[in-house]
């Protein structure tokens, strides 16, 4: 338990963090589960639509640190191969 009034403070700003990062995250998955949704469906519209919306958060997710770069780039790169090779 923290028992320095620093301690208590650390304590609320990681709760608030806390909070933001699993919204953020949450909000991520939810727009590529979405690109993934309309690959499945085979609507090539859809999903560059899809795709369109997501990835500026995948990238955003990156830059506030709770996904790596490599991480978000390695997504939006693979999903963006599926979403093209939808039409050919």
Not at 16 to 32: C, G, I, L
Not at 33 to 45: F, L, P, Q, T, Y
Not at 48 to 63: G, H, S
Not at 64 to 75: D, F, Y
Request: hydrophobic share 40%; charged share 30%.
């Amino acid at each position: 338990m923290a028992n320095t009034p620093s301690a208590k403070k650390a304590v609320r700003k990681i709760e608030r963090r806390t909070a933001v990062n699993k919204s953020r995250r949450s909000q991520m998955r939810t727009y590529v589960r979405k690109v993934e949704e309309a690959i499945a469906s085979g609507d090539r519209e859809a999903a560059t639509q899809a795709l369109r919306a997501a990835e500026p958060l995948v990238m955003r997710a990156a830059q506030k640190g709770i996904v790596h770069k490599n991480t978000a780039s390695r997504k939006v790169s693979r999903l963006s191969a599926r979403v093209s090779s939808l039409g050919s």
